[in-house]
């Protein structure tokens, strides 16, 4: 199953599956090497790659793993996206800086779980038609890297912590990045930071004999 088509369910650590593979086990890997990435010379950068598909309704504070909705990927997308704003908040002072790029639709294994390998490539001559009017056609992982490698280039102080990075490619086959701002609330980003530090705690806690 792919991770946008797959029925959530929870994971081997009680955790909503999406939630975790998207979300909270990067969480955990950002959090684990903060001493590390805070406090150098020159600044630290996150990309988290979530998706045009993030979505403030999908979202809740009360459920922010999704186990009651239907909507798991859209969700975990808009907590990466809280999550991205609430990190520049508390650590660009101290050097780390986290954007989030969305990289177009790409075929990659999650979309083969959409529909059958051979159908996307027989709709492939329409898809390329498609990108003349829909510039977030990137359809493959080169183009849909733009983002990423254009963020790299930039200085991160100088980028806006609400906006969201678009990979984008034109009806004749050019890259480039289309900057969009999000619909993020600063006051729910810090909520959800605390039940992700809350998390985190008890799941440290759990697993304290392996980490020493
Ligand atoms: N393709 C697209 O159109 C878009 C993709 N994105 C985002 O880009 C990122 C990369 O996706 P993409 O390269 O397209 O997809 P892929 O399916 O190629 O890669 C997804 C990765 O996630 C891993 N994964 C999937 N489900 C689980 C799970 N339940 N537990 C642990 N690991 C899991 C897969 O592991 P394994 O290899 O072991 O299966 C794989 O390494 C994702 O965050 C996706 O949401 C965003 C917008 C559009
Ligand atoms: C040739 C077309 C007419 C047939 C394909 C139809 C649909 C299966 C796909 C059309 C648009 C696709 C998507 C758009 C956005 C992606 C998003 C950014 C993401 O994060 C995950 C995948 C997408 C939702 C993707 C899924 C397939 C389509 C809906």
């Known amino acids: 199953?792919?991770?946008?088509?797959?029925?959530?369910?929870?994971?081997?650590?009680?955790?909503?599956?999406?939630?975790?593979?998207?979300?909270?086990?990067?969480?955990m890997l950002v959090r684990q090497l903060q001493s590390l990435l805070c406090?150098?010379?020159?600044?630290?950068?996150?990309?988290?790659?979530s998706s045009s598909n993030a979505r403030e309704s999908a979202f809740s504070l009360s459920d922010y793993q999704h186990a009651k909705g239907q909507e798991s990927y859209s969700s975990s997308k808009y907590a990466t996206d809280l999550t991205s704003v609430v990190l520049n908040r508390k650590f660009n002072g101290q050097?780390?800086?986290?954007?989030?790029?969305?990289?177009?639709?790409?075929?990659?294994?999650?979309t083969y779980r959409i529909l059958p390998v051979f159908?996307?490539?027989?709709?492939?001559?329409?898809?390329?038609?498609?990108?003349?009017f829909a510039k977030t056609y990137?359809?493959?992982?080169?183009?849909?890297a733009e983002a990423h490698v254009w963020l790299f280039k930039q200085k991160p102080e100088y980028l806006d912590s609400h906006v969201k990075y678009h990979s984008c490619t034109s009806g004749l086959g050019?890259?480039?990045?289309?900057?969009?701002?999000?619909?993020?609330?600063?006051?729910?980003?810090?909520?959800?930071?605390?039940?992700?530090?809350?998390?985190?705690?008890?799941?440290?806690?759990k697993y304290h004999d392996l980490l020493d």
């Open 138 to 144: 990137t359809l493959t992982p080169y183009n849909g």
């Open 119 to 132: 159908l996307w490539k027989l709709l492939m001559p329409v898809m390329w038609l498609i990108r003349f």
């Open 39 to 49: 406090g150098n010379e020159k600044p630290s950068r996150l990309i988290w790659t």
């Open 174 to 205: 050019r890259c480039y990045v289309e900057p969009r701002k999000m619909d993020v609330d600063e006051d729910t980003a810090e909520k959800l930071y605390q039940k992700l530090l809350e998390l985190e705690e008890q799941t440290l806690e």
């Open 95 to 110: 050097g780390l800086y986290s954007s989030v790029v969305c990289p177009g639709l790409v075929m990659s294994n999650m």
């Open 1 to 27: 199953e792919g991770i946008m088509t797959q029925t959530d369910r929870l994971n081997g650590d009680g955790f909503q599956e999406v939630f975790a593979t998207n979300l909270f086990g990067h969480f």
